[in-house]
C-alpha cells in the first residue's frame, strides 16, 4: 500500500507521468469492461446499445474529471455570490480561461476511452450493424451478392462471426476513426502548449519553480488545514467533556480564508507565486471578482493559472 502511494505521489507531482497513468488506467478499464460487460444484443438496439458503451462512460469520465478538480470548486465557489461582477467582460473572459484549463486536464480520461474503444473496434462494430441508413448499409454490402438480403441480417452480423470481410471492414473505419483522435489530440495538445510557452512571460526555470512551489504548497496546506482541525476538534471535545475554559487556539477569519481562496493569476509587477504569498507578504486583497486576485489595470497580466495549462497536476 505504501509502495502504491509513493507511485501516485510522484505521477502527481510529474505531469506527464500523471497524465499517462491516468490514459494507461482508462484503457486497461477499457478492455475489461468491453470483454466482461458489453454483450451486443444484435438486433434493432445495436445502434443504441453500442452508441451508449462507447460515449456515457466518456462522459462519466468527463464529470468525474471535473468533480476530481480542485481548481473547479475553487473557480466556481462563490461564483453565485459575485455574479454581477462577471458581467464585465476581462472578468468573465478570465473566468472562461481556466475553465478551458480545467477541461485541458478532464478530457484525459474520456479522450482515452473514447480511442481506446475505437481501436477496439467492438463498440463501433455493433452500433454500425444497427444503423438504419439505407446508403451506408448498401456501402457495407455492396460486394454481397444479395445486398437486401446482407441488409436484413446486418444486425446479426456481431453475433454470427461468419461473414470475416464485413467486420474486417468495420473494425478497420473504427480503428481509422480511433487513430484519427489520438492524431487530433495530440496535435492540439502540442498547440496548445506551443501557445501557453510562447506567450509565457517568465522563462521556463522560473515556471518550473512555480509549479514546485505550488505543489508543495497545496500538499501542505492540506497538512496544516487537517493538524488545525484536529486540534480545534480536541480542544472543543476536552472543554465539552471536562467542563473547563477552552484554551486559546487562533483561527482566520472569513475574510483571511477569502483572500487565498482564489485563483491566482500571476503577474511579473507583483512576482507572488499564490493567492496565499500574496496574503503572507502584503496582508492585503487585490482588487476584482473573487475568481481573479490581479487588479483589472496591470498591463503585465498574465493568463489565469498559467501554469496548470503548461503544466497542471492531477488530481488522483
Not at 123 to 136: F, H, I, K, L
Not at 174 to 202: D, E, K, Y
Request: with cysteine.
Amino acid at each position: 500500500m505504501d509502495r502504491f502511494k509513493t507511485i501516485l505521489n510522484i505521477a502527481s507531482k510529474q505531469t506527464n507521468l500523471g497524465f499517462g497513468l491516468v490514459a494507461l488506467l482508462t484503457a486497461g478499464g477499457e478492455q475489461i469492461f468491453s470483454s466482461v460487460a458489453f454483450k451486443c444484443p444484435c438486433n434493432e438496439l445495436n445502434f443504441l446499445y453500442g452508441l451508449v458503451f462507447l460515449l456515457v462512460p466518456a462522459l462519466a469520465l468527463l464529470l468525474l474529471g471535473y468533480i476530481l478538480s480542485k481548481k473547479m470548486w475553487i473557480l466556481f465557489t462563490g461564483i453565485w455570490h459575485n455574479r454581477a461582477k462577471l458581467c464585465c467582460w476581462k472578468n468573465l473572459a478570465t473566468t472562461c480561461t481556466a475553465f478551458f484549463q480545467i477541461s485541458s486536464t478532464a478530457l484525459v480520461a474520456p479522450s482515452s476511452w473514447f480511442a481506446v474503444a475505437l481501436l477496439n473496434g467492438n463498440y463501433y462494430e455493433c452500433a454500425m450493424t444497427g444503423t438504419n441508413v439505407s446508403v451506408y448499409n448498401q456501402y457495407l454490402c455492396k460486394d454481397m451478392n444479395s445486398e437486401l438480403d446482407c441488409a436484413k441480417k446486418l444486425p446479426m452480423l456481431p453475433c454470427d462471426k461468419r461473414n470475416e470481410e464485413l467486420l474486417r471492414t468495420l473494425r478497420s473505419q473504427s480503428q481509422i476513426l480511433g487513430w484519427l483522435v489520438i492524431t487530433f489530440i495530440m496535435l492540439s495538445s502540442l498547440l496548445i502548449i506551443c501557445l501557453a510557452r510562447c506567450n509565457s512571460p517568465i522563462s521556463y526555470q522560473q515556471l518550473k519553480f512555480w509549479r514546485a512551489y505550488a505543489q508543495e504548497e497545496s500538499e501542505l496546506m492540506d497538512l496544516y488545514t487537517n493538524k488545525h482541525a484536529k486540534d480545534l476538534a480536541e480542544r472543543n471535545l476536552k472543554s465539552f467533556f471536562n467542563q473547563m475554559e477552552p484554551a486559546n487556539i487562533t483561527t482566520p477569519s472569513n475574510k483571511d480564508w477569502e483572500k487565498i481562496s482564489l485563483l491566482y493569476k500571476f503577474s511579473t509587477k507583483d512576482h507572488f507565486y499564490s493567492t496565499l504569498h500574496r496574503y503572507v507578504e502584503t496582508n492585503q486583497e487585490g482588487d476584482g471578482i473573487r475568481m481573479v486576485s490581479v487588479r483589472s489595470n496591470e498591463s503585465t497580466d498574465n493568463p489565469a493559472v498559467l501554469h496548470f495549462v503548461d503544466g497542471g497536476m492531477v488530481s488522483i
